[in-house]
Each structure stands twice: as C-alpha cells, then as structure tokens.
C-alpha cells in the first residue's frame, strides 16, 4: 500500500506518513505508560522540576570530561537547544576546579548559507552561543584547548575523522517537532525517494554532512531561536550524522516540553521502544543505537488530548 502523503510538507517525508496505527497508539500513552517503555538500551527518565532536570543534564558533560587523560582523550557532542544547561556547566566546571585540558567537545551543527558555514558574526551561530553561554565562562586555568573543540564547519571529512581519534562518551540533544536529532531531517519525497523514504540500514550510513531543512525546522527554529522571524533562518545546516552518533558510547534526549509537542515525545519513544525504526521519523532510528537514554521534565509531558484555544 502506498505510503500517506504529508500533512505537514507534501513535498517531503515525515511522521504524517506513518501507518495510522502507530500514530494512534502514541497519542493514547500516558507519562505512566512512558515510563515503562523502557527496556535494556533504551532508558526513561523523569525529572520533577526544572531545576533537576538542567542540573541533570549538565552533570552528564562534567561525567564524561571527568574520565578524560593524557593517555585516554574523550568527549562530549552537545546541542544547541536545548540551551539552559551550558552555563550550569560552565559553573560546575569552575567549583569543581576541573581541568579540561584532555577533554573535548564536538558541535552538533552549524547554519550553512550560500554553501559555506556561518561565522560567529551571524545572529543564529550555534558555535558563537556555545562559546558565550559555556565555554567563554570557564576560567582559563581550567579552560578546553581549543584545538579540542570541534564544529562541523569547513573540512566535514576532518571533523568525522576526529570521531576516530577522540572516543566521544557522550552525544547529547534534544528533539525536534520534525523528530530529528542534530539536522538529521527526513529527506525531500522525490528521485529514488518518491515511493519510500530511505531504509534504517541506508539513512544509517549518512556522516556528517550539509543537509537542505525540512520546512517545519525553519519554523520551529524561528520560534524558538528568532522570535518568529523566519526570514532569518537559513534552509541549509551541516549536521552531525548518524555515522558518528553510533561511534558515540551513549545518546542521550532531552525533552523539556517546548521544543516537541507532547505526540512527539511520546512518538518517538514508542518507536524506539518496540524497535520500529523509520527514516521518516529520523529519531526512531536509534532504535538500533546500544545506549539511548530519553529524559523527560514531568510537568512538560503534558497529554494529548483535545483543548481548544
């Protein structure tokens, strides 16, 4: 049977083109049942207040650097959105007086206009925000080298070579109202993908890489990021791929609730849960991942469940 046609962009793949089975089955779990979607490779967990659930998450970076050596280099992948932890981060750093000198950080993406990366001069800059909010509030004596942070900018082959020099402990995000993690947007329904989005086993494959933005990331973006100004949002991105998120030792999903709609979040925890993995659903992949961790704050689950506005 012929796949649906989107709801959200006909011209491309996404969630609305699921089997109608799987979306109702979503929309009917409850943060009880959420919970107990959990199962080995996959874990739930639940945060009461805002305040645990950013201190949470940014204890997961001080973690990782924390079993960095001279003779044992790891890291941490780290998103731009959501944002709150990085000057907590910054903050445990500096009390817990811990040298970064053998630690590093992967960007998870970066705008790209007129084929070429952004600069730190543009107002959306993923690497100028993860600077301002985190990195330039570590006090130097304790400060990352800087030939230690990697961003997807420039030679791509270069930065996935360093996912092979440097074990990466830690690939952290949060979830897109397309499901995405990094820009791993569903592709565009045309070519070789007109019938079919591609399979777990060929979306798998994609490095790191200069993506073309599925509509509803532009939008998203712009609300959350540019106050609805969707002009100033770019079409293009380079984004981590799905290649380096598996060389990573665990994946691990922020969900705050205003990044994704309740569906969603429920969504792409079922369909990693009972290992449905859709290219449509690009999240649902890491089904297949050994170690992905969903984080939920509880009052944002919200429910899904008819209110007019």
């Known amino acids: 049977m012929a796949r649906a046609i989107s709801k959200l962009a006909p011209l491309w793949w996404d969630y609305t083109t699921l089997d109608a089975e799987i979306l109702n089955d979503a929309a009917k779990l409850s943060a009880k049942d959420l919970q107990q979607l959990a199962r080995p490779g996959f874990t739930v967990n639940f945060y009461n207040t805002v305040e645990e659930f ?19 280099p790891v890291g ?11 000057p907590l981060v910054a903050q445990m750093v500096n009390a817990m007086e811990l040298n970064l000198k053998n630690a590093h950080y992967w960007g998870m993406d970066e705008w790209v206009e007129n084929g070429a990366t952004v600069t730190t001069d543009h107002p959306l800059s993923f690497s100028k925000c993860v600077k301002e909010m985190c990195f330039d509030k570590i006090d130097p004596a304790f400060s990352m080298p800087t030939e230690n942070m990697h961003f997807p900018s420039g030679d791509l082959p270069a930065y996935t070579k360093t996912y092979d020099e440097v074990k990466c402990l830690l ?7 397309i499901k995405h993690w990094a820009f791993n947007d ?10 079919a989005p591609p399979s777990p086993e060929e979306y798998r494959k994609l490095a790191t890489r200069i993506v073309e933005l599925h509509p509803v990331t532009i939008i998203q973006n712009a609300r959350t990021s540019g106050g ?31 990044h994704d709609n309740p569906f969603g979040m429920r969504l792409s925890a079922l369909m990693i849960s009972k290992r449905i993995p859709d290219s449509s659903v690009p ?7 050994p170690n992905v961790h969903f984080n939920y704050l509880r009052p944002g689950i919200g429910s899904v469940e008819v209110e007019m506005h």
């Open 171 to 177: 690939m952290q995000g949060g979830q897109g109202e």
């Open 186 to 195: 569903p592709v565009k329904r045309a070519g070789v993908y007109a019938d």
């Open 283 to 289: 999240m649902s992949l890491l089904a297949d991942h």
């Open 228 to 258: 609805g100004n969707v002009a100033l949002v770019p079409v293009t991105a380079a984004t981590v791929g799905p290649v380096e998120t598996w060389k990573s030792e665990k994946v691990s999903i922020w969900h705050p609730g205003h």
């Open 54 to 72: 950013y201190a949470a998450e940014a204890l997961e970076y001080i973690k990782a650097w924390r079993e960095a050596t001279p003779d044992n």
């Open 76 to 86: 941490v992948c780290g998103p731009i959105g959501p944002t709150e932890q990085l």
